[in-house]
């Protein structure tokens, strides 16, 4: 069994936050390539889509998450995806801060198994996660920053995107971020080693 597999495993069993516990359908681990992959990109949480199939990103914001990750050149398998909660909070609430803490180690385990070149953090919950409480992605978006011995580009969440419609900002910059994850010449050197 991989270290991601053994991980997942144990994710699996968590029940530290007991509402989350008791209303989930399926615990949503994330998604990592049997290749390996050079960016992770973190979301925010499970939603109902997500929850049911236990495959994270699958619901509409998925869908554009897919598209835009085609468009860049970065598809979605070569990519692992995880979230900042692994369960759903009920009717899509945002995670609160106990939620988010005691998730907290899953998401730096996996960081570590993963061991990426880039990671992608999308929407507000995943970029506070990394930037701390207040971070502000239209201030930090549009280059990558070194957090914690990790290159972390920070950006807007496909939720958002599809909230403020196809020629709203939101939409543009994530698409222009992930162009950026894309290019970036650290992910490239780490395929070249890893082919
Ligand atoms: S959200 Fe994370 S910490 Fe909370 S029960 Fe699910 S796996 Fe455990």
């Given amino acids: 069994m991989s270290s991601w597999e053994a991980l997942a495993a144990e994710i699996r069993g968590c029940r530290a ?33 997500e929850d ?7 619901g509409k914001a998925g869908q554009l998450l897919d598209e835009l990750l085609q468009e860049v050149g970065l598809p979605r398998e070569t990519v692992a995806v995880a979230n900042v909660l692994k369960c759903r909070p009920p009717s899509n609430r945002k995670p ?8 907290r180690g899953w998401l730096t385990a996996q960081i570590a198994v993963v061991d990426p070149a880039l990671i992608v953090a999308m929407g507000g919950t995943a970029v506070e996660w990394f930037f701390g409480k207040g971070a502000k992605i239209g201030e930090l978006r549009g280059r990558v ?9 920070a950006t807007y969440h496909p939720s958002a995107a599809i909230r403020f ?24 050197a780490a395929w070249k080693v890893s082919r």
């Fill in 145 to 153: 920053h070194d957090k914690a011995g990790r290159r972390v580009l």
């Fill in 96 to 103: 609160t801060t106990m939620e988010a803490n005691n998730c």
């Fill in 17 to 49: 936050c007991l509402e989350l516990a008791a209303t989930r359908t399926t615990v949503v681990v994330g998604q990592l390539p049997t290749q390996g992959a050079h960016v992770l990109l973190v979301g925010e949480a499970p939603g109902a889509n």
């Fill in 165 to 188: 419609g196809p020629r709203g900002m939101p939409r543009a910059a994530l698409r222009e971020d992930l162009a950026t994850a894309a290019a970036d010449p650290l992910v490239a």
């Fill in 52 to 58: 049911l199939s236990g495959i994270p990103f699958v």
